[in-house]
C-alpha cells in the first residue's frame, strides 16, 4: 500500500504561454500536493494516472486528461506506472479552456500527437515559428475537447484504496460484497456506506465503470474486442459489446475509432 514521494519541481520558470513536461512515474509513486500559479492539463501517453483533488480522487487513462485550474491543490501518481506529459498553461491566454474548475476530457488522436511532438522539440530553437504553430494547434484542440463524466472515482482510506487496486488490477475478479466485507472487516452495511461516501457511486456501480475505465484502456492498448471481454470477466463477447454500448452509446470498435458521434460522456 506503500507509496513514494517523487520530488516535485522547484523555482521552474512559468510557462510563456505553453510548457511542456515530460517524465516517467515509476509504479505506485506520487507527486506531493502541490499547486500552480498557472493552469495545469495532466495526461500520460501511456499508463494510467491517479490524481487527487480537494473534489476528490479519480484516475485517468491516455484516453483522457484532467484540466486543473491555477491555484488547485492537487496530487498526481501511478499505480502501475506511466509516461506524464504535463502541460502548463499561462493562465492570461486561457480564453475558451475550463479555467475556473477541474475538467475531464477526452484526448482525440491529434491532440495526443501535438502533445508529443511539443514535448519533442520543447528545447529546440524555434526559429521557423514551428513550436509556436504546435502551441497554437494544442489550445485550439483544448477549447474544442469534448468533457467527460467517465472518470473512475477512487476512494481514500486505506482499506477501500486495497479492495480498489485489487480489482483494478484483475476486473474479472467476481468477489462479492460479502467477502470482502469479511476481509476488511466491516459489516456489508458499513462497507457500502463507506464506499458511496467516498467515491460517490456503490461497489456494483463503481465495478461496472471500472470495466468500461479498463475496457478503452485495453482497447486503446491495441488488445482485440475478444480478448478484452475475457479479460474483463464477460461471458461472451456480445456480452461486452451489449454493456459497452449501454453505457457509451456505441460499440468498442466505433467509440475506438472516434466515430461514437452520440457517445454518452
Excluded at 520530488?7 to 511542456?20: I, N, R, T
Excluded at 491516455?62 to 502501475?80: C, N, R, Y
Excluded at 485489487?166 to 467477502?179: F, G, I, Q
Excluded at 486503446?220 to 461472451?236: F, I, M, N, P, Q
Aim: aromatic fraction near 8%; charge should be negative; proline fraction near 7%.
Amino acid at each position: 500500500m506503500h507509496w513514494d514521494i517523487i520530488e516535485a519541481p522547484q523555482d521552474l520558470p512559468p510557462p510563456d504561454p505553453l510548457k511542456v513536461r515530460a517524465q516517467s512515474i515509476p509504479a505506485r509513486h506520487t507527486f506531493p500536493e502541490h499547486s500552480h500559479a498557472w493552469h495545469q492539463m495532466v495526461y500520460a501517453i501511456s499508463g494510467v494516472l491517479t490524481v487527487t483533488t480537494r473534489a476528490g480522487s479519480f484516475v485517468i487513462s491516455p484516453e483522457q486528461a484532467a484540466w486543473l485550474p491555477t491555484g488547485l491543490d492537487h496530487k498526481v501518481g501511478s499505480m502501475f506506472g506511466a509516461e506524464f506529459r504535463s502541460l502548463w498553461i499561462d493562465e492570461r491566454i486561457a480564453s475558451g479552456l475550463p479555467s475556473d474548475q477541474p475538467t475531464l476530457f477526452a484526448v482525440s488522436p491529434l491532440l495526443k500527437a501535438l502533445i508529443v511532438e511539443a514535448a519533442r522539440i520543447e528545447h529546440e530553437q524555434d526559429e521557423d515559428d514551428y513550436a509556436a504553430r504546435i502551441t497554437q494547434l494544442i489550445l485550439d484542440q483544448l477549447r474544442r475537447a469534448t468533457p467527460m463524466s467517465t472518470a473512475l472515482p477512487w476512494p481514500s482510506s486505506p482499506s477501500l484504496v486495497g479492495l480498489c487496486e485489487t480489482l483494478y488490477a484483475d476486473p474479472a475478479d467476481p468477489t462479492e460484497m460479502a467477502a470482502w466485507s469479511s476481509v476488511l472487516g466491516m459489516s456489508e452495511r458499513t462497507l457500502a456506506r463507506r464506499f458511496q461516501a467516498e467515491t460517490g457511486m456503490s461497489l456494483r456501480t463503481w465495478r461496472r465503470r471500472l470495466r468500461l475505465f479498463r475496457a478503452i484502456e485495453m482497447l486503446g492498448s491495441g488488445l482485440d474486442v475478444t480478448r478484452t471481454a475475457l479479460e474483463l470477466g464477460y461471458g461472451s463477447t456480445s456480452a461486452f459489446i451489449y454493456a459497452f454500448r449501454q453505457e457509451l452509446g456505441s460499440s468498442p470498435q466505433a467509440y475506438m475509432k472516434g466515430e461514437a458521434g452520440n457517445a454518452r460522456h
